[in-house]
């Protein structure tokens, strides 16, 4: 199977035969997370009031990231998928990132007047304990 079948069965998946459905369960099982196989899959199954319906309803569900599509997929006879629009000039006006300020790598860091311990100070301080007030005294 190519890709131009596949595609073919994305866009009618009633019109599957034995030997894609075939090739669809070995997709799933080679890719357990290809969504789009599983679903087809399933629909296959509901279609045909398989027995496996519903074990694998379970194992779709919880791959599939939105269920709710999943949902209208299978129940519907066709599927209407939203057109996918693109606008040129939204791309044209995206921000750039920031500019990298300098590093410091290799030099001195100054400190405040204000600040009141030293790293070695800090070190020291950073390993207290705090003090529970909560608990009762003998």
């Known amino acids: 199977m190519n890709k131009n079948e ?3 069965i994305l866009q ?3 019109e599957i035969n034995k030997e894609q459905i ?3 369960n070995s997709l799933i099982k080679d890719f357990p997370f290809f969504q ?3 679903a087809i899959y399933l629909k296959v199954l509901k279609n045909s009031e398989n027995f496996k319906y519903n074990q694998e309803l379970k194992l779709t569900a919880a791959y599939t990231t939105d269920r709710s599509i999943l949902f209208d997929f299978i129940t519907s006879n066709e599927f209407q998928q939203e057109k996918i629009v693109f606008n040129k000039n939204e791309l044209k006006n995206v921000k ?3 500019k990298k300020k300098e590093k410091t790598k290799n030099q001195i860091v100054e400190f405040q007047k204000d600040e009141m311990h030293t790293f070695s100070e800090w070190l020291t301080v950073s390993k207290f304990k705090p003090i529970d007030r909560n608990s009762k005294k003998k």
């Open 6 to 8: 596949y595609i073919n």
């Open 12 to 14: 009618n998946p009633s």
């Open 22 to 24: 075939g090739f669809i």
């Open 36 to 38: 789009s196989s599983r």
């Open 96 to 98: 750039l990132l920031d």
